[in-house]
């Protein structure tokens, strides 16, 4: 079965400095890897990606990710972090479920909190 | 494109009585999926939908819980005989099919359910 392990609960940040959030999965085959971010009380907003292809992604607010196959690392990163940066992120690696275009299972890790100070 | 809703976004209930909650996925995204989240946890898979038919099923699903997607449209997931243990965000996603590139789960802004 599928896992992800987030090994920060909390970090915190001074605005402006660079982040890092750090994500290591097991799975399988290879893995399509989701981060989303969640402010207190509210639904998942999708930060970025990685189906196949170039293992750097970008994705909205300035978040890239980078995928290492060899550390089964996908960890997140913001070269210059802003107050409303604040929330939670979650990091998820989708199993397929069915072959071919099918759906996946999504399983999350229990997420890091980021506090950002101004 | 209006996003995933959910309705209603907080309940609060007695223990021992029912509760159905909404979900709305975006328009024409045929692929449905419920998630719990608890306090200082990430989501776990629930159930998947592809249309009006319930794919697959958690073992976290206990018999107190069903979910339904009579039109391939909204869904609803009820819990009978609520337990304090079901206090927790119940989320909502759903994504259209296609190639890879466009799977991804595009989720709604929860239902949170208290049961005292």
């Known amino acids: 079965a599928q896992s992800v392990t987030q090994p920060d609960i909390h970090i915190t940040v001074s605005e402006g400095a660079s982040l890092e959030l750090r994500c290591n999965y097991s799975y399988g085959a290879t893995p399509y890897l989701f981060w989303y971010v969640q402010s207190p009380g509210q639904g998942l907003q999708l930060l970025l990606k990685y189906f196949s292809g170039d293992t750097l992604v970008q994705g909205i607010k300035g978040f890239e990710a980078e995928f290492k196959r060899s550390q089964s690392s996908f960890n997140l990163r913001k070269p210059s972090v802003h107050w409303s940066d604040a929330a939670e992120y979650f990091c998820a690696v989708g199993a397929r479920r069915y072959s071919g275009a099918g759906s996946y299972q999504l399983t999350f890790g229990k997420g890091t909190k980021l506090s950002v100070i101004p | 494109d209006t996003g995933v809703s959910q309705n209603p976004r907080h309940k609060i209930t007695k223990r021992g009585q029912n509760v159905t909650f909404r979900c709305d996925p975006i328009?024409?995204?045929?692929?449905l999926y419920w998630y719990r989240q608890t306090l200082g946890q990430g989501p776990e898979f629930l159930t998947y939908?592809?249309?009006?038919?319930?794919?697959?099923k958690s073992r976290l699903l206990s018999d107190r819980f069903s979910a339904e997607r009579p039109k391939g449209s909204f869904s609803t997931l009820e819990i009978q005989r609520t337990e304090q243990g079901d206090s927790a965000m119940y989320l909502c996603a759903s994504t259209s099919t296609g190639s890879a590139d466009q799977e991804t789960q595009y989720f709604g802004p929860g239902t949170r359910l208290l049961v005292l």
């Open positions: 939908f592809q249309n009006e038919a319930q794919l697959e």
């Open positions: 328009s024409e995204h045929n692929r």
